[in-house]
C-alpha cells in the first residue's frame, strides 16, 4: 500500500524522516491520504519545524526502514479522528523539536520546547491550530 511520510532535505545526503516521540519511543506517521500529511506538514512549518516535503512511499518499505533504525510507525488512516492526547499528536505536531536535526551519531538528541505554555485543553488546541492555518493564509 502507498503512503505518505514527511522527509526533511529530500534527496540530499542530510535526508531525514519526521518522527515524533511518544512515551519514550521515536514514530514514523505513514498517512494514508496525501491531503492529511500536506497539512501536517504545513503546520510543522508554521511552528518551524521546517519545511518537510510529502513523498509517497511503499509501507513495507518504512517499515523495513522503522525496523532497522528502532523505530516504530503509526498509520494516520483517512479521515482519522484522535480519541486520546496521543493520539492528537498525529494530526497536530508536538510544542519541542530536536535542536539540531542534523544526525550524529556521537551526539545524543536535544529538545527544545516551542512554548512554556500550560498544558492545552481541548478547545484552546482547535484555537490554536486555527490561528496556525490562519496565519498560512
Known amino acids: 500500500m502507498r503512503v505518505h ?18 512515551g519514550g519511543r521515536n514514530y514514523v506517521l505513514m498517512f494514508e491520504d496525501e491531503d492529511d500529511a500536506t497539512r501536517y506538514a504545513m503546520l510543522l512549518e ?3 519545524f521546517g ?18 533504525a528502532s523505530y516504530d510507525w503509526k498509520l494516520v488512516p483517512k479521515n482519522f479522528r484522535p ?5 492528537r499528536l498525529l ?11 542534523d544526525w550524529d551519531s556521537t551526539a ?4 527544545v520546547e516551542r512554548s ?13 491550530i486555527r490561528q496556525q492555518l490562519e496565519k498560512l493564509l
Open 5 to 22: 511520510v514527511l522527509l526533511f532535505n529530500a534527496r540530499t545526503e542530510n535526508e531525514g524522516i519526521h518522527t515524533i516521540t511518544i
Open 46 to 48: 508554521a511552528q518551524d
Open 51 to 68: 519545511s518537510p516535503t510529502v513523498e509517497a512511499l511503499e509501507d513495507d518499505e518504512i517499515k523495513e526502514f522503522c525496523a532497522e
Open 83 to 87: 480519541s486520546t492526547p496521543e493520539e
Open 91 to 101: 494530526l497536530a505536531p508536538p510544542e519541542t523539536n530536536l535542536e539540531n536535526p
Open 108 to 111: 545524543p538528541p536535544e529538545r
Open 116 to 128: 512554556s505554555a500550560p498544558p492545552r485543553t481541548e478547545d484552546s488546541e482547535l484555537d490554536r
